[in-house]
T-cell receptor, first 114, second 113 residues
Framework: DQQVKQNSPSLSVQEGRISILNCDYT??????FLWYKKYPAEGPTFLIS?????DKNEDGRFTVFLNKSAKHLSLHIVPSQPGDSAVYFC?????????????FGKGTRLHILP | NAGVTQTPKFQVLKTGQSMTLQCAQD?????MSWYRQDPGMGLRLIHY???????DQGEVPNGYNVSRSTTEDFPLRLLSAAPSQTSVYFC????????????FGSGTQLSVL
Protein backbone atom coordinates (compact mmCIF):
# COMPACT_ATOMS: atom_id res chain seq x y z
CA ASP A 1 0.00 0.00 0.00
CA GLN A 2 1.58 3.20 -1.21
CA GLN A 3 1.25 5.76 1.56
CA VAL A 4 2.84 8.66 -0.32
CA LYS A 5 1.85 9.06 -3.94
CA GLN A 6 3.30 11.22 -6.67
CA ASN A 7 0.96 10.41 -9.51
CA SER A 8 2.81 12.28 -12.23
CA PRO A 9 6.00 10.46 -13.23
CA SER A 10 7.08 13.43 -15.33
CA LEU A 11 6.20 17.04 -15.99
CA SER A 12 7.38 19.50 -18.65
CA VAL A 13 7.19 23.25 -18.04
CA GLN A 14 8.34 26.23 -20.06
CA GLU A 15 11.19 28.22 -18.59
CA GLY A 16 9.86 31.20 -16.65
CA ARG A 17 6.45 29.62 -16.00
CA ILE A 18 5.21 28.03 -12.79
CA SER A 19 5.96 24.37 -12.04
CA ILE A 20 3.50 22.59 -9.76
CA LEU A 21 4.40 19.18 -8.38
CA ASN A 22 1.78 17.26 -6.48
CA CYS A 23 1.88 14.71 -3.69
CA ASP A 24 -0.93 12.81 -1.94
CA TYR A 25 -0.75 10.81 1.25
CA THR A 26 -3.05 8.35 2.93
CA UNK A 27 -2.00 8.22 6.60
CA UNK A 28 -3.40 11.05 8.71
CA UNK A 29 -0.64 10.41 11.26
CA UNK A 30 1.94 12.06 9.00
CA UNK A 31 2.88 15.36 10.62
CA UNK A 32 5.87 16.60 8.65
CA PHE A 33 6.47 16.74 4.94
CA LEU A 34 9.68 17.33 3.01
CA TRP A 35 10.67 17.77 -0.64
CA TYR A 36 13.98 16.57 -2.02
CA LYS A 37 15.55 17.32 -5.37
CA LYS A 38 17.79 14.87 -7.19
CA TYR A 39 20.09 15.38 -10.15
CA PRO A 40 21.42 12.40 -12.16
CA ALA A 41 24.37 10.61 -10.55
CA GLU A 42 23.95 12.59 -7.32
CA GLY A 43 22.23 11.96 -4.04
CA PRO A 44 18.94 13.72 -3.20
CA THR A 45 19.23 17.09 -1.49
CA PHE A 46 16.73 18.70 0.82
CA LEU A 47 14.67 21.46 -0.74
CA ILE A 48 11.86 22.60 1.54
CA SER A 49 9.60 21.25 4.27
CA UNK A 50 6.34 21.97 6.04
CA UNK A 51 4.84 21.01 9.37
CA UNK A 52 1.25 19.82 9.57
CA UNK A 53 0.38 22.82 11.73
CA UNK A 54 1.00 25.10 8.76
CA ASP A 55 -0.61 25.33 5.36
CA LYS A 56 2.16 27.15 3.52
CA ASN A 57 5.91 27.52 3.63
CA GLU A 58 7.94 29.67 1.29
CA ASP A 59 11.64 29.80 0.50
CA GLY A 60 12.62 32.00 -2.39
CA ARG A 61 11.19 30.59 -5.62
CA PHE A 62 9.86 27.51 -3.80
CA THR A 63 6.56 27.31 -1.95
CA VAL A 64 4.96 24.23 -0.46
CA PHE A 65 1.22 24.15 0.23
CA LEU A 66 -0.44 21.65 2.54
CA ASN A 67 -4.14 20.75 2.48
CA LYS A 68 -4.64 18.43 5.43
CA SER A 69 -8.31 17.75 4.81
CA ALA A 70 -7.49 16.54 1.30
CA LYS A 71 -4.22 14.88 2.41
CA HIS A 72 -2.51 16.72 -0.40
CA LEU A 73 0.57 18.87 -0.75
CA SER A 74 2.09 20.66 -3.67
CA LEU A 75 5.41 22.26 -4.49
CA HIS A 76 5.32 25.44 -6.56
CA ILE A 77 8.41 26.73 -8.35
CA VAL A 78 8.14 30.27 -9.69
CA PRO A 79 9.70 31.15 -12.04
CA SER A 80 11.01 27.84 -13.33
CA GLN A 81 14.64 27.82 -14.39
CA PRO A 82 16.72 25.33 -16.41
CA GLY A 83 18.56 24.23 -13.25
CA ASP A 84 15.25 23.08 -11.80
CA SER A 85 15.23 20.12 -14.20
CA ALA A 86 15.57 17.18 -11.80
CA VAL A 87 13.61 14.47 -10.05
CA TYR A 88 11.60 15.70 -7.07
CA PHE A 89 10.70 13.38 -4.21
CA CYS A 90 7.97 14.07 -1.71
CA UNK A 91 8.47 12.54 1.75
CA UNK A 92 6.20 12.28 4.76
CA UNK A 93 7.13 11.48 8.33
CA UNK A 94 5.32 10.31 11.45
CA UNK A 95 6.05 8.55 14.71
CA UNK A 96 4.75 5.04 14.02
CA UNK A 97 5.48 1.66 15.59
CA UNK A 98 7.69 3.23 18.29
CA UNK A 99 9.93 5.02 15.82
CA UNK A 100 10.10 7.92 13.39
CA UNK A 101 9.09 6.73 9.92
CA UNK A 102 9.91 8.54 6.70
CA UNK A 103 8.08 7.43 3.57
CA PHE A 104 9.08 8.64 0.11
CA GLY A 105 6.98 8.96 -3.00
CA LYS A 106 8.19 7.55 -6.30
CA GLY A 107 9.29 10.93 -7.60
CA THR A 108 8.35 13.29 -10.43
CA ARG A 109 10.84 14.13 -13.16
CA LEU A 110 10.61 17.83 -14.01
CA HIS A 111 11.81 19.04 -17.42
CA ILE A 112 12.20 22.77 -17.88
CA LEU A 113 11.90 23.61 -21.56
CA PRO A 114 13.85 26.54 -23.06
CA ASN B 1 33.10 19.57 4.89
CA ALA B 2 32.72 16.03 3.49
CA GLY B 3 29.17 15.32 4.74
CA VAL B 4 28.13 11.76 3.83
CA THR B 5 30.71 9.73 1.93
CA GLN B 6 29.85 6.49 0.13
CA THR B 7 32.25 4.04 -1.45
CA PRO B 8 32.50 2.58 -3.99
CA LYS B 9 30.63 4.65 -6.58
CA PHE B 10 30.22 1.70 -8.94
CA GLN B 11 30.39 -2.04 -8.40
CA VAL B 12 29.70 -5.13 -10.51
CA LEU B 13 29.15 -8.43 -8.74
CA LYS B 14 28.40 -11.95 -9.81
CA THR B 15 25.42 -13.74 -8.33
CA GLY B 16 26.34 -15.21 -4.96
CA GLN B 17 29.23 -12.87 -4.21
CA SER B 18 29.23 -10.80 -1.05
CA MET B 19 30.37 -7.25 -0.54
CA THR B 20 30.13 -4.29 1.79
CA LEU B 21 29.01 -0.79 0.81
CA GLN B 22 30.71 1.77 2.99
CA CYS B 23 29.10 4.89 4.42
CA ALA B 24 30.69 7.48 6.68
CA GLN B 25 29.46 10.85 7.92
CA ASP B 26 31.38 13.59 9.70
CA UNK B 27 28.43 15.61 11.04
CA UNK B 28 28.05 13.67 14.30
CA UNK B 29 24.56 12.60 13.27
CA UNK B 30 22.87 9.95 15.38
CA UNK B 31 20.48 8.76 12.66
CA MET B 32 21.78 6.92 9.60
CA SER B 33 19.95 4.93 6.98
CA TRP B 34 20.30 3.04 3.71
CA TYR B 35 17.93 3.40 0.76
CA ARG B 36 17.74 1.78 -2.61
CA GLN B 37 16.38 3.54 -5.67
CA ASP B 38 14.87 1.53 -8.47
CA PRO B 39 13.17 2.85 -11.63
CA GLY B 40 9.54 3.69 -10.88
CA MET B 41 9.91 2.71 -7.22
CA GLY B 42 11.30 5.82 -5.59
CA LEU B 43 13.46 5.53 -2.48
CA ARG B 44 12.87 2.49 -0.29
CA LEU B 45 14.34 2.13 3.17
CA ILE B 46 16.54 -0.94 3.72
CA HIS B 47 17.91 -0.52 7.25
CA TYR B 48 18.37 2.33 9.65
CA UNK B 49 20.12 3.17 12.89
CA UNK B 50 19.23 5.70 15.58
CA UNK B 51 22.64 5.53 17.22
CA UNK B 52 25.75 3.43 17.72
CA UNK B 53 24.86 -0.15 18.58
CA UNK B 54 21.22 0.21 17.46
CA UNK B 55 19.89 -0.93 14.09
CA ASP B 56 16.48 -1.79 12.74
CA GLN B 57 14.86 -3.02 9.56
CA GLY B 58 13.21 -0.81 7.02
CA GLU B 59 10.82 -1.66 4.22
CA VAL B 60 13.09 -3.97 2.16
CA PRO B 61 15.68 -5.55 4.51
CA ASN B 62 15.96 -9.06 3.07
CA GLY B 63 19.42 -9.95 1.76
CA TYR B 64 21.14 -7.11 3.61
CA ASN B 65 22.90 -6.77 6.96
CA VAL B 66 24.04 -3.66 8.80
CA SER B 67 25.94 -2.81 11.94
CA ARG B 68 26.69 0.47 13.71
CA SER B 69 29.78 0.22 15.87
CA THR B 70 30.58 3.95 15.70
CA THR B 71 28.55 7.12 15.21
CA GLU B 72 30.40 7.85 11.97
CA ASP B 73 30.13 4.57 10.06
CA PHE B 74 27.17 2.53 8.83
CA PRO B 75 28.21 -0.21 6.38
CA LEU B 76 25.70 -2.20 4.37
CA ARG B 77 26.55 -5.84 3.66
CA LEU B 78 25.15 -7.93 0.85
CA LEU B 79 25.44 -11.50 2.01
CA SER B 80 24.89 -13.33 -1.29
CA ALA B 81 24.20 -10.95 -4.15
CA ALA B 82 21.21 -11.56 -6.41
CA PRO B 83 20.22 -9.84 -9.69
CA SER B 84 17.22 -8.35 -7.84
CA GLN B 85 19.70 -6.31 -5.81
CA THR B 86 20.84 -4.41 -8.88
CA SER B 87 20.04 -0.87 -7.87
CA VAL B 88 21.41 2.49 -6.80
CA TYR B 89 22.08 2.62 -3.08
CA PHE B 90 22.05 5.79 -1.01
CA CYS B 91 23.23 6.29 2.52
CA UNK B 92 21.71 9.16 4.50
CA UNK B 93 22.14 10.75 7.90
CA UNK B 94 20.35 13.27 10.05
CA UNK B 95 20.27 14.60 13.60
CA UNK B 96 17.29 12.34 14.17
CA UNK B 97 13.55 12.67 14.19
CA UNK B 98 11.20 12.61 11.25
CA UNK B 99 11.18 16.37 10.87
CA UNK B 100 14.93 16.59 10.42
CA UNK B 101 16.20 16.74 6.87
CA UNK B 102 18.28 13.88 5.55
CA UNK B 103 21.75 14.39 4.13
CA PHE B 104 22.43 11.88 1.37
CA GLY B 105 25.63 10.48 -0.04
CA SER B 106 26.25 10.49 -3.78
CA GLY B 107 25.21 6.87 -4.20
CA THR B 108 26.61 3.49 -5.21
CA GLN B 109 25.49 1.99 -8.50
CA LEU B 110 25.48 -1.79 -8.08
CA SER B 111 24.99 -4.33 -10.84
CA VAL B 112 24.60 -8.02 -10.05
CA LEU B 113 25.08 -10.32 -13.03
Amino acid sequence: DQQVKQNSPSLSVQEGRISILNCDYTNSMFDYFLWYKKYPAEGPTFLISISSIKDKNEDGRFTVFLNKSAKHLSLHIVPSQPGDSAVYFCAASAYLDRDDKIIFGKGTRLHILP
Amino acid sequence: NAGVTQTPKFQVLKTGQSMTLQCAQDMNHEYMSWYRQDPGMGLRLIHYSVGAGITDQGEVPNGYNVSRSTTEDFPLRLLSAAPSQTSVYFCASSTGGGSEKLFFGSGTQLSVL
